[in-house]
């Protein structure tokens, strides 16, 4: 948690390998991520990796199958197993009867599900969702953290997630407080 | 992975289906111009060579004033004669010489009329070797035999169901330029225009159908003893004719071909077509391809944010530069393919669009594989190297940047 602009998807980008510090070290599993190549870091994120947006950010040309399916597609699996695996992931989120729906079809609460579908793709270790919940209203909110707990008893997914709502942030095992940048906090 | 990738491609192509279309226009216009003029030009190469290729190559071919243009398009004014065939006929190497006659006229049966070529057969021994030089034979019917009148021999394609409407059988009755004769018989189908629209006249008849003066030929069919004299035997018949005709070589008013002169000649004026025409294509196809380009970086630019959430879920530069790269090859064959039909088709129509309106069998289409599919090669690698350069833009995007873009 912490004030606008105090740097948490900063640091949410520079976990997830989308970005690279200008100075220091990274440590991921032990891996200095910061000395990464591009290629390395691409690696990382579809391996390791599983981002949740907080406006979603599912491809609107694709259905909500093919937008699971391509995480996928990226580590080469082929087509057969990147579809049941969609699919039956679509179905732990609840979407089993809208699998041939485009996003512009489903509802916000809908599209972060799928969002949250295509994070678990490839079976990563992290899941980082910046403020999942910030464009849902609060039931379909208490939803998707629900869910997010869920993977974390079920599937032992170490879910990192930033919210500005207090009650969400209750949630959660630990809360790391950021300000200016640095962490000034850790629960 | 590349299916999959293509398949991908090709979905984003479809979700912008008109500007796809539009931005295939340049080479789907350009390769269309290069398969109909250049398919045009095998035509009458191929025409051409199929009215000498069939002859044989021990063929010459003595004609006088142009040598372009239709035969028997116009009556020369220094003529051949009679005598010219003699002296040609006396000449070391030669088998055989005869003077033919050949005009475009209308043949009408069933009240339909059609387009023909009259040529006319001599008498005697030089008959005989003309049917058999040339392949004709009866499959209906008989051939002519001297002293034939108001009695013709025509080729399958006239005698043919589509030709007339109704099929042509011997004893039929039928005009030629207004003046009716019979029909003998029918030519065995050869699959050369030359034969299977040929009308075969005795030469007597063919003058009087046509008007024609007494001794006097449109060209000499002559054969050569052995085919490695066809070229020395051009020579002497060219000095012959110099000779008799009074002329300076290089001044000469008559043409004396083989059938690999004729080609070369072909050959000449397709060369400047052919120039011409890669020319046109190559603007339209340099166009074409700065229009994927522009497509492309207007996709890149538009789908920003797309490639931030690709790459974030896990799409490297290679794979975001394939599909990219994909796409606008997908543009650039998808316009080759567009570009060749159009281009058959177009062809297709000119060729009969010409001899409907100029009458000759010149006008064909031929399609040679290796044009269609070079096409074909060549338009995708268009798209290609025009697609590199937004392909690796979008390759290179930062992801954190690409996804904070909004559009
Ligand atoms: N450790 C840091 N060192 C230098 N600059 C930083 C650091 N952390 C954040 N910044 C800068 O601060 C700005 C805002 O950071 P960021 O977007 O991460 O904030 P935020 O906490 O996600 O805010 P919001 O709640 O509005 O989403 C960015 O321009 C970023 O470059
Ligand atoms: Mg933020």
């Known amino acids: 948690m912490g004030a606008s602009g105090s740097g948490k998807s900063t640091l949410m980008n520079l976990i997830g390998c989308l970005d690279i510090p200008t100075k220091g070290r990274i440590l991921l599993m032990g891996k200095n991520i910061a000395a990464l190549a591009p290629s390395g870091l691409a690696a990382m994120r579809g391996k390791l990796i599983g981002f949740i947006f907080q406006q979603f950010n599912l491809i609107p040309t694709l259905s909500a199958l093919a937008n699971v399916a391509i995480p996928m597609m990226f580590q080469g699996v082929p087509s057969e197993r990147r579809n049941a695996r969609a699919s039956q992931l679509l179905g732990m989120v609840g979407l089993g009867d809208r699998v041939h729906h485009k996003p512009s079809e489903l509802s916000g609460g809908q599209q972060q599900r799928v969002a949250i579908a295509r994070a678990l793709a490839n079976d990563p270790k992290i899941i980082l969702a910046d403020e999942p919940t910030g464009n849902l209203d609060s039931t379909m909110g208490h939803k998707v953290i629900d869910f997010l707990k869920e993977l974390h008893k079920k599937e032992k997914k170490t879910i990192l997630m930033v919210t500005h709502d207090e009650r969400l942030a209750k949630e959660a095992e630990r809360i790391i407080y950021l300000k200016d940048g640095k962490i000034i906090k850790r629960g | ?407």
């Open chain 2, 1 to 407: 992975m590349i299916a999959d990738y293509l398949k991908f491609s090709f979905s984003n192509l479809k979700s912008r289906k008109l500007r796809s279309y539009l931005t295939m226009l340049g080479i789907f216009i350009g390769i269309a111009a290069v398969v109909s003029l250049i398919s045009l030009g095998e035509g009458l190469r191929y025409a051409v060579s199929s009215q000498f290729g069939f002859l044989g190559a021990d063929l010459i071919r003595v004609n006088v004033g142009s040598a372009f243009g239709p035969p028997g398009s116009s009556t020369p004014s220094n003529p051949l004669t009679t005598d010219n065939i003699n002296q040609i006929a006396k000449l070391n190497g030669v088998r055989m010489a005869a003077g033919r006659n050949l005009r475009q006229v209308k043949m009408t049966f069933n009240g339909k009329t059609s387009f023909a070529m009259a040529v006319s057969m001599p008498d005697g021994r030089e008959r005989k070797e003309i049917e058999e030089l040339i392949g004709y034979s009866a499959a209906k019917g008989r051939m002519l035999k001297d002293g034939d009148r108001s009695l013709a021999v025509i080729g399958a394609s006239l005698a043919d169901k589509e030709t007339f409407d109704k099929e042509i059988v011997p004893g039929a009755s039928a005009t030629i330029q207004g003046k009716p004769f019979t029909v003998a018989g029918i030519l065995k189908k050869k699959g050369s225009f030359v034969i299977d629209g040929a009308i075969l006249l005795n030469e007597d008849m063919h003058r009087e159908l046509m008007g024609l003066p007494k001794d006097q030929y449109d060209f000499i069919g002559v054969r050569a003893a052995n085919l490695k004299d066809v070229d020395a035997v051009k020579g002497s018949i060219e000095k012959l004719l110099r000779k008799k005709r009074n002329v300076k070589e290089g001044e000469e008013d008559f043409s004396v071909e083989t059938a690999a002169s004729a080609i070369s000649q072909i050959d000449n004026v397709l060369v400047g077509v052919n120039i011409f025409v890669f020319l046109i294509a190559g603007i339209s196809l340099v166009v074409g391809g700065i229009g994927i380009m522009n497509t492309m970086y207007t996709a890149v630019l538009e789908r920003t944010k797309e490639i931030g959430i690709l790459k974030a879920i896990g799409a490297g530069t290679q794979s975001i530069f394939s599909l990219f790269f994909l796409e606008s090859g997908i543009l650039g064959l998808l316009g080759g393919i567009i570009g060749i039909a159009l281009g058959v088709i177009g062809t297709l129509m000119l060729a009969a669009l010409g001899r409907s309106i100029v009458g000759t069998d010149l006008f064909q289409a031929r399609f040679s594989p290796l044009l269609l599919l070079g096409s074909l090669a060549f338009s995708f690698l268009l798209g290609i190297i025009f697609g590199v350069a937004p392909a690796l833009r979008a390759a290179k995007m930062h992801p954190v940047d690409a996804l904070r873009y909004a559009k």
